[in-house]
């Protein structure tokens, strides 16, 4: 008897339906794009990734990394570096360490990690004294295509926040709502997700959920409509906020979900992915520039998905470089 585990596939989008991400990409191409430092892109996949970001004419790749690795990866994928910029460095930490400056001194308008981990690179992207921190609290974002949702809904923090207080939450809260409306969401609806949805004493994410409400009634939080607490179930479907007598205009309807911390977060997103067909990309926010923090997991549609949300969200706040896609 064979007891090894089986690797599970990802279910394919349910009746082949148009992602929700694809008019992203048609928007994002019709912008200027963004000059994005490639942060230690000396495996294949990452690598390809950038590239192909570059043919589809979303970023203007500047590969920071180890030379010799950068191109043996290039040789393996039969990729051609002529004419591409690379930034030398001696591995992953100074790559990290290098396009944060480089970020910092305008010389690039993004940054994309490649063959490295998260927590090496947000390290120097959160450092007080050198790194791309504003007033703004750091925070991803994932924005999802999940068959069987009416709209594309974003997920946030799944990736950088561990355990965020309420002070952290507002910002997150805040960075997911400037994203949905970069993105063409006139006024993001927030459900504020907890495992109930009354306030308790008991719950600590039901007493943050009523006090961010309330911050957006004071206008601590702008452009979006907030409730919450609410259950997952009573934030996507409308029968089952109605079965529970809740009144609300965000409930059935969400855009955004603010989850209690990382842990619900990267589970319910990776949920959705796996057992759902669900198509994910995602950036980081609240830096000085935006971050994208693709996985060595994703696909391609899901790397340039990534690319055309930091494009249409960067395009407000730098001037980005054109250049023809090769």
């Known amino acids: 008897m064979n007891d090894r585990p089986r690797t599970r596939p990802r279910l394919a989008p349910a009746a082949q339906a148009p992602s929700r991400l694809e008019p992203l990409l048609v928007a994002a191409r019709r912008r200027?794009?963004?000059?994005?430092a490639v942060v230690h892109p000396v495996d294949t996949t990452s690598l390809l990734g950038a590239i192909e970001a570059e043919r589809t004419g979303l970023i203007v790749p500047v590969l920071v990394g180890p030379e010799r690795r950068i191109r043996a990866a290039a040789r393996e994928a039969r990729i051609d570096l002529a004419g591409r910029a690379i930034e030398a460095t001696e591995h992953s930490h100074a790559a990290a360490a290098r396009a944060v400056q480089m970020a910092r001194r305008g010389e690039v308008d993004a940054i994309m990690k490649g063959a490295l981990h998260t927590d090496e690179l947000m390290r120097c992207v959160v450092d007080p004294d050198n790194g791309l921190r504003t007033e703004r609290r750091v925070s991803h974002v994932f924005a999802i295509d999940a068959p069987h949702y009416p709209r594309l809904l974003f997920i946030t923090d799944a990736a950088v926040n561990i355990y965020p207080?309420?002070?952290?939450?507002?910002?997150?809260?805040?960075?997911?709502?400037?994203?949905?409306?970069?993105?063409?969401?006139?006024?993001?609806?927030?459900?504020?997700?907890?495992?109930?949805?009354?306030?308790?004493p008991k719950i600590k994410s039901t007493l943050d959920a009523a006090a961010l409400c309330k911050m957006a009634d004071r206008a601590q939080i702008t452009g979006g409509i907030l409730d919450g607490p609410l259950a997952f179930d009573n934030a996507v479907s409308s029968a089952a906020a109605a079965t529970k007598a809740i009144t609300s205009s965000v409930a059935g309807r969400a855009d955004i979900f603010v989850v209690p911390d990382l842990e619900a977060g990267n589970m319910l997103a990776k949920q959705l992915e796996y057992l759902a067909g669900a198509q994910l990309a995602g950036i980081v926010l609240g830096a000085r520039v935006p971050i994208m923090l693709t996985s060595r997991a994703d696909g391609t549609r899901s790397r340039l998905a990534s690319c055309a949300i930091a494009v249409l969200y960067a395009q407000r706040r730098v001037k980005p470089v054109r250049r023809s896609p090769v």
Do not use: M
Not at 32 to 36: C, Q
């Open 32 to 36: 200027a794009a963004l000059r994005t």
């Open 165 to 200: 207080s309420l002070e952290d939450k507002r910002d997150i809260v805040q960075n997911a709502i400037d994203l949905a409306r970069a993105l063409g969401v006139r006024t993001p609806r927030v459900a504020i997700l907890s495992a109930v949805e009354l306030v308790t």
